[in-house]
Every structure is written in C-alpha cells, then in structure tokens.
C-alpha cells in the first residue's frame, strides 16, 4: 500500500514526480519506520487536552505516560489556556470548553491542576496529568459563575500577595454575547474553600488601562510590577492586591503624550526638543496597540526603528504582525524572550508561531525567527509554561490551541482539533540569533 505523508511544519521526502509517502507491505504483526524531517524550529511533543490523546498506544499496547490516555472529564476540546502557578501547584484555566455528549460543553472557563515537576508531576517532555474540576455528572465545570449562553473568558490569571501577605490568585474576565460584542468586564478573585472565581470588582469595558494577556512579574528600580499587554507587555500595575484593582494606578508604555488617547489624524507623540520620539511609562495614557503602531510608520508619523514594538524577520526582513504574546525572563538567554502569534501569516491565518527577545520586558524588541508553521490551520493564542523550564532554561515549552477557526474551511484533524498542542524549544538553536537583522 501507498501511504502519503505530510504534517504541519515537518516534511517527508519526495519523490521524481514531487509526491511525499512510502510504499509498504503491511503485515499483521510487524511495523515500519519512517523517517521525516523536520521544518520547524519548535518541536512539536503532543496533545494536551482532549479525548483519545493515546488512543492509538492503547489499542496496541503501548507505554502510556499520563494517567487518563482516552478520555478526562469528559472534555473534548479546549480553547486558550491560561496557567498560573499558585500555592505550589499549577492551575490550568480555559476558555469554552467541548463535551463528548454534545456538540457544545460550556462557555464559563474551566479549570484543572496539576502538579510541578519537582513536586511529583511529570517530565514535561511526557505530558501533563491534569486533574479537572467537574460538576456532578463528571463533566469539566464552570469556574465563573454567570447566566447559560453568555461566554465568560477569562485572562490575565495573576498571582500576587494581599494586605495581610497572603497569596491570592485574581484575573480578568469578559462577559461577552459574541466574540464581537462584550457585555461587561470584571476583576475576580480566587475562592479556595469554592474553587470558584468571585467578583472582585466590575470595571468600564473599554477602560485604556486594565490587566489583560499574560502577566508578568518584573523588578523595576524599588518596586515589583506586574505587566500585562498585548502585542507586548505594556501596560503595568504595582504587585499587590490593593493596585491591582485600582485602575488609577495603572502606567501605559507608550510615545503618546501623557493624558492624551491615539487620534489617526493628529496623533500626539512626545517628542522631546531635539525631535526623539520619548517612550516612557505613563498614567493616564494607554498604550498604543498593534494596527496603531503600523499605522503610524505607515502614515509617516514614526519611523520603524522608533517602534518599540515592531519586530523584523531576521529572514525576510518584513515586519509580521505579531500579538497574543507571552513574555518571560530567561536566564539561559540572559534576555526576556516572547513566544508570539502572528495574524494574517502567508502559510496560515493564525498558524504561524514567532520567538523574539529583548533586553527589557518593554523592548524594544527588534527582531523575530518563526519557530512553527501551519498549513491553513490555527495555532493561536500561544502561552510560554515558563515554570517548565529546563537546563537553566536553554529548554523551554509553550503550547497554543490548534484549530480549524479563521484559517481552514472543514477538514479536522479527528480528535486534535480544538484543544492544545505542546512544543519544546532549544534556545541554543544557531538559528534563533537575533543580534543583528537580515
């Protein structure tokens, strides 16, 4: 029989007539190897949420490394995860959610945990034992509470003390009807005798300075932030509990001038008397989102080189539009690195995956290197799992959620679509050198 072969960022070898796969002779009992290589820089490890994850190990007998191969809370796919380490274990939250007993699970963000490596949890080259919190009939539940059909998204899982010194977990969450239509904003903290999300605190929808992304913990001169941000982490709050619900003391990272909002028309930059644009932290001033970043180079009120927030293909030399960005400090690169999603990629929508690197968790970050590529799938809203770090993090993981939606019309990889895709990175890679451009 004649197998063709082809896999998102790897490739089999053709043959005279340009076709990738193998003739074999399949007999019962024996098994072939074959051989691909590899395109990407990322190495893709395995699947980590969703059912019949080693469905095929089972049905031959093979090593199965985590505890529940087939099926877990009954969950058959997840959407963009957001971890946090808190009291000493790793917390998973998700966005909707997917059910084996019915096309839709629920739109309330669920939640899992699972233990540290160093604290009895697997190798994260293995997998991950996740253990779900569910309702009454086994299936993964609701972790915010609110009305049946309205999504509740949360983000921004933060970890940080309160007045008394104590550790306490909060986030962002989105009441929306639509991905396009939000209903309302609210801060929320974590309840550990419900392991539910309380309301904390409900804020204006569009208010330019809030926690939203991935955090970050950075020391800056004599106090601890936290940064949030997207495409970049620009946007920062005092580390502590009071701050982080007082909107007031929220800076933006920004070349606006201080007080002012983005205007296309008469955008008001802070310049200082020689003409250099001045990017600093700023009350009161929102940072300026990607398409406003471009805008501005592309209307000639800023040159490239003063975008802060402007990364260049170390290859090509264009400027990918890079977002859903997760931020880290990295002792092996000496650097904060970025593991970045791209939106409008030649090879796919929201498939294609970016590293970059930067001196400081503002930047300027100069440079990108794709790392993963998708033929006309997703892989969208990547996290760094920074806390699985190994080698003095010359290794490092991350994981993004592989989908169909914005980049393919039908056509599913069975069981895996919908849910998320771990990948493990070198950084010691001659290829990832981002200390000079094309």
């Known amino acids: 029989m004649f197998f063709s072969i082809s896999s998102h960022g790897y490739e089999y070898p053709a043959d005279g007539l340009g076709i990738r796969g193998a003739r074999l002779k399949v007999v019962p009992g024996q098994s072939a190897r074959l051989k691909i290589r590899r395109i990407n820089i990322a190495e893709r490890l395995y699947r980590i949420t969703g059912e019949g994850i080693y469905h095929d190990s089972v049905l031959l007998g093979r090593p199965i490394p985590i505890r529940q191969p087939l099926l877990n809370a009954q969950v058959t796919g997840q959407d963009s995860a957001n971890p946090a380490v808190y009291r000493g274990r790793i917390y998973y939250f998700w966005g909707d959610t997917n059910r084996q007993s019915y096309p839709l699970g629920h739109f309330g963000t669920s939640g899992a945990t699972a233990e540290l490596p160093d604290h009895g949890g697997l190798d994260p080259s293995a997998g991950i034992n996740l253990n779900y919190f569910v309702n009454s009939d086994g299936f993964s539940r609701p972790m915010v509470r609110g009305p049946n059909g309205v999504l509740r998204w949360v983000d921004a899982v933060t970890v940080l003390n309160d007045s008394q010194g104590r550790q306490r977990m909060v986030a962002r969450v989105s009441f929306r009807k639509s991905l396009a239509q939000a209903l309302s904003t609210r801060l929320l903290i974590y309840n550990d005798a419900t392991n539910l999300f309380d309301t904390l605190k409900e804020i204006p929808i569009h208010s330019p300075l809030q926690p939203s992304g991935h955090p970050l913990r950075v020391r800056a001169g004599d106090t601890d932030y936290m940064y949030y941000g997207d495409p970049f982490p620009d946007t920062r709050v005092p580390a502590d509990l009071d701050h982080f619900q007082d909107l007031s003391s929220y800076e933006g990272f920004t070349c606006l001038a201080p007080g002012s909002r983005f205007q296309a028309a008469d955008p008001k930059l802070d310049r200082d008397p020689s003409g250099k644009l001045m990017w600093a932290w700023k009350k009161d001033t929102p940072p300026l989102r990607r398409e406003q970043i ?145």
Request: aromatic share 14%; with cysteine; charged share 25%.
């Open 294 to 438: 471009r805008r501005l180079i592309r209307d000639g009120k800023i040159k490239s080189d003063e975008a802060w927030f402007h990364p260049i293909d170390v290859q090509s030399g264009n400027s990918p539009a890079l977002s859903a960005v997760s931020v880290a400090f990295n002792d092996f690169r000496h650097k904060y690195i970025a593991i970045c999603s791209e939106t409008g990629g030649a090879s796919s929508y929201l498939g294609e995956i970016w590293y970059s690197e930067a001196d400081k968790p503002e930047g300027p970050w100069k440079f990108a290197r794709k790392v993963v590529t998708h033929n006309r799938y997703s892989c969208y809203n990547p996290v760094h799992d920074a806390f699985f770090d190994q080698e003095g993090g010359r290794i490092i993981y991350f994981e993004g959620t592989y989908v169909t939606t914005f980049s393919r019309d039908g056509d599913p990889t069975p069981r895996y679509d919908y849910n998320q895709i771990m990948y493990r990175l070198d950084l010691s890679d001659p290829r990832l050198d981002l200390s000079h451009g094309p």
